[in-house]
Each structure stands twice: as C-alpha cells, then as structure tokens.
C-alpha cells in the first residue's frame, strides 16, 4: 500500500507566477489535509478537505491561495503570484477515518526567487 | 495563546542514554488527542506515538513512551537507548476534540542531537 504522495518534491518559481502542488492520499483514504511550514517553525494547518468539499479552511490566506480535492485525481494547492514570503515546505496529510494517525507526505519544498 | 509549548528549543544526548523531550499543550476540551511526529534532515514526517486523552495507560511504542500528565498538561516524549540515528527535529502536536477530521495543531519542535 503505497503511502502518501506529494509531487514536486521540489519547486522553484518566481515572484509572479503560479504554483500547483499535488497531493495523492492513501489508497482509500477520502480526507486531506494541508500543512505549511516556513523555516525553523512548526507545520500549520491550512485548509482540510475530503472528496469535493472543503470542510475547513480557516488556515488558508485569504488570497492567492486555493484547494481543491476532485472526485477523480490528487487534491491540488494551488498559488497564485507567488511571493518570496510563501518560499516553505507544503505537507499534506491523509485519514482513513478509523485511526487517528495522520499519515504525511513526504512534503514539497517551494522556494520563491 | 500557544495550544502546544515546547520550552526545548534543543537537546543534546550521548548515545545509548535516555532523553525527555517537553511538551506542554492548553485545551478547555475532555477529549483531545496528543501525537509526536519526527522530522529527519531529509524533511519527511514521521508519526512515532499516541496519546488520546482518556487513555489511563501511558502510550509506549518501541524505544519511545509519552509521560502523559492530564492534571498538568503534559505530554513528555521519552526516547530510551538514543541512537545516532535519533538525531531529528521532534513536534508535539494535538487534536481536539474526538472528530478524526480535525486538525493537528504542532509545537515549534525541539532539535535532538545524539552524540557519539
């Protein structure tokens, strides 16, 4: 059971462009989560979202940035006119809904220039 | 107000020792849950233990247990016999509530160094 798959693993963009961040759950699991961490900080929540709905996303800033997790495919974050100040890793995190481990990805290191 | 404390902003222990890693966290909820997660220089995060709030036991997994003190809001990681492979970042981190959905709230993380 492959666990849970985040692509780019890495990012580069420049100030003014878009980034998109994949997120691929584990097989069967319906919730994801993401997570930011800027440098020498702990992960904060940004947005929680099962199939087609965004169920909480009181973390997200409330411009440039947008989730989505479609029926079909990975869950995308998604940001638009990037700035250096959102250079970060990004972690996304699924749940079976039984257990109550979240199971992270391996994160995407975004890095603004 | 910090939900999640940790006053440790590094450690150093000599390997094959035991370490105590603090965590403090505030919640006016009865059911919560307390996690501990690794994070090696590669950047990955580990989940390493559990504690729900109504659990009477303290969680042990392997090397690691969590000293878990209700009445002070404590949720210490205790790593025996450090291994130089220990070596990490660590977050403390709680849910609260009992909903599965909820979100994890992380502490700032302590660097552990194991020397040889």
């Known amino acids: 059971n492959a666990g849970v798959m985040q692509n780019p693993r890495h990012l580069v963009r420049r100030r003014g462009q878009e980034a998109r961040l994949r997120c691929s759950p584990m097989k069967g699991h319906s919730h994801v989560y993401w997570y930011r961490q800027l440098p020498e900080e702990g992960l904060k929540f940004m947005v929680y979202l099962q199939k087609e709905n965004i169920i909480d996303e009181s973390g997200m800033p409330k411009e440039r940035f947008s989730a989505e997790f479609p029926k079909e495919g990975p869950s995308i974050l998604r940001i638009q006119q990037v700035v250096r100040g959102d250079s970060a890793a990004y972690f996304c995190?699924?749940?079976?809904?039984?257990?109550?481990?979240?199971?992270f990805g391996p994160g995407t290191r975004l890095t603004v220039l | 107000a910090q939900k999640i404390t940790q006053t440790q902003p590094g450690m150093f222990v000599q390997e094959k020792e035991a370490v105590t890693l603090d965590c403090t966290y505030d919640?006016?909820?009865?059911?919560?849950?307390l996690f501990w997660y690794k994070q090696p220089s590669s950047g990955e995060m580990i989940f390493l233990i559990y504690q729900g709030s109504y659990d009477e036991q303290n969680a042990t997994e392997g090397r690691y247990s969590l000293n878990f003190q209700k009445a002070r809001k404590s949720a210490n990681l205790v790593i025996s016999a450090s291994q130089l492979g220990d070596s990490a970042m660590y977050f403390c981190?709680?849910?609260?509530?009992?909903?599965?959905?909820?979100?994890?709230?992380f502490g700032a993380g302590t660097i552990l160094r194991v020397k040889s």
């Open positions: 919640t006016s909820d009865q059911s919560y849950g």
């Open positions: 995190a699924s749940l079976p809904g039984t257990h109550d481990e979240q199971f």
């Open positions: 981190a709680m849910r609260e509530g009992r909903e599965y959905g909820n979100k994890l709230v």
